[in-house]
């Protein structure tokens, strides 16, 4: 069965400082993955995905991703977080690029002045 | 207007009620689905539908229903709330690129 595992419940970070975001996946076949992003009181907004490729990912608002098979891991990335970053981050994982995905319980991100 | 449109924004329903969210799109995709946001648990899908004659359970589809009335519209039904169906609700729709769009969400509360 496929699994996501977000090791971070909640991150603080200052304004201006790195962030990075862990996901671990546990799937039988080669996945599809993806980062989506929950401002709150809005719905699902992708950030990136991998399907195959090159394993580092270029996203949307200065994201980036990094596939490592061998560490069944897809870590999100970005290097100065802005304070509009703060919002809920999701990692998923699906069978093919359609929908039907398994999500990670979620990390919150808060960013400090 | 918002590619995928969910009504009611919020509800709050009795125990025992029935109860049909709706979702509705205009991205002209076949591909629409059913979500459920609790805290800590992130998202688990609840039944998506291929196309308006394929519907499929999800995770979590106990004590749901859906229909798929046309290509545009797909709804969820709480035959019977109960308070463990307290949660926020999304739906969202996809085209074979992995383009899913998501709506902004409907929070159900069942006292």
């Known amino acids: 069965a496929q699994s996501v595992t977000q090791p971070d419940i909640h991150i603080t970070v200052s304004e201006g400082a790195s962030l990075e975001l862990r996901c671990n996946y546990s799937?039988?076949?080669?996945?599809?993955l993806f980062w989506y992003v929950q401002s709150p009181g809005q719905g699902l907004q992708l950030l990136l995905k991998y399907f195959s490729g090159d394993t580092l990912v270029q996203g949307i608002k200065g994201f980036e991703a990094e596939f490592k098979r061998s560490q069944s891991s897809f870590n999100l990335r970005k290097p100065s977080v802005h304070w509009s970053d703060a919002a809920e981050y999701f990692c998923a994982v699906g069978a093919n690029s359609w929908g039907k995905f398994q999500f990670g319980a979620g990390t919150q991100v808060v960013v400090t002045p | 207007d918002a590619d995928v449109t969910q009504t009611p924004r919020n509800r709050i329903t009795k125990t025992g009620k029935r109860i049909m969210l709706e979702c509705s799109q205009t991205?002209?995709?076949?591909?629409m689905y059913w979500y459920r946001q609790d805290p800590g648990l992130g998202l688990r899908l609840i039944y998506y539908?291929?196309?308006?004659?394929?519907?499929n359970k999800g995770e979590i589809s106990d004590g749901y229903s859906v229909s798929r009335q046309a290509q545009a519209k797909f709804s969820l039904s709480l035959e019977s709330a109960i308070p463990n169906q307290t949660a926020l609700y999304f739906c969202a729709t996809s085209d074979t690129t992995g383009a899913v769009t998501f709506g902004s969400g409907t929070r159900l509360t069942v006292v």
């Open positions: 539908s291929f196309d308006v004659k394929d519907i």
């Open positions: 799937y039988g076949a080669t996945p599809y």
């Open positions: 991205k002209g995709h076949d591909r």
